[in-house]
């Protein structure tokens, strides 16, 4: 079974700084996928990043960007420059392409971020 | 840009009635989710669907619950049978293929009384 799991509960930044948010993550397959979204307090989802398990590389998108860490199955979200409208809920998210079926996402527990002026 | 919209957005009943949550996912798009939040919690997965049927489905996705494309545009979630532990934020999620972004919709809050 997969698994998320997200230790920080919550997290206060200063405006402009840079902020990890942790993410690790289990599975005992090998193809899979994470993903991370921002929950503002209005409620909706929004998609953030997105990291194949078999990607080389970092996903970054704009000031968003994803230590994918394989061999320690984690997977943080880094934002630079963190700006006050980044307050929110953040979740980590996973899916596997093992099943052959259109799974689901995993979701963790979410990480509530508070960026101060 | 596109965007999946779900009706209503906030729906009181009574325990025990039955409610219909509805989505309308964007339209290109093959794959269809719900997830449901219960308040303060994580986003669970219930169920997907497939070229007119249920791909996979969680443990919570129990026979009291059921989804149905319509027609070509709406996708519905139906609890038969409201219980209190229902109460719920609603999500509903698209995606144009396999191994893509889900696109969520802004959800409906169920309130169970």
């Known amino acids: 079974a997969q698994k998320i799991t997200q230790t920080q509960p919550g997290m206060f930044v200063q405006e402009k700084e840079a902020v990890t948010l942790d993410c690790t993550y289990d599975t005992s397959d090998q193809s899979y996928g994470l993903f991370w979204y921002k929950q503002p307090s209005s409620g909706e989802m929004i998609f953030l990043i997105y990291q194949g398990s078999y990607d080389e590389q970092n996903a970054t998108e704009g000031r968003y960007s994803l230590n994918f860490q394989k061999a320690r199955k984690s997977a943080n979200l880094v934002i630079s420059a963190s700006q006050l409208g980044d307050s929110a809920m953040y979740f980590c998210?996973?899916?596997?392409?093992?099943?052959?079926?259109?799974?689901?996402?995993?979701f963790g527990k979410g990480t509530h971020l508070i960026i101060q002026p | 840009e596109p965007e999946v919209t779900q009706t209503p957005s906030h729906q009181v009943t009574q325990m025990g009635q039955e409610v219909i949550l509805r989505c309308v996912p964007i339209s290109n798009h093959l794959y269809f989710y719900w997830y449901r939040q219960i308040l303060g919690q994580k986003v669970e997965f219930l169920v997907s669907?497939?070229?007119?049927?249920?791909?996979?489905k969680s443990e919570i996705f129990d026979d009291q619950f059921s989804v149905e494309r319509p027609d070509g545009s709406n996708f519905t979630l139906k609890i038969r049978s409201t219980k209190l532990e229902d109460s719920a934020m609603y999500f509903c999620a698209s995606e144009p293929s396999l191994n893509n972004e889900q696109f969520f919709g802004p959800g409906t809050r169920l309130t169970v009384l």
């Open positions: 669907f497939y070229n007119n049927e249920i791909s996979e």
């Open positions: 998210a996973m899916r596997d392409w093992s099943g052959g079926g259109a799974d689901g996402l995993t």
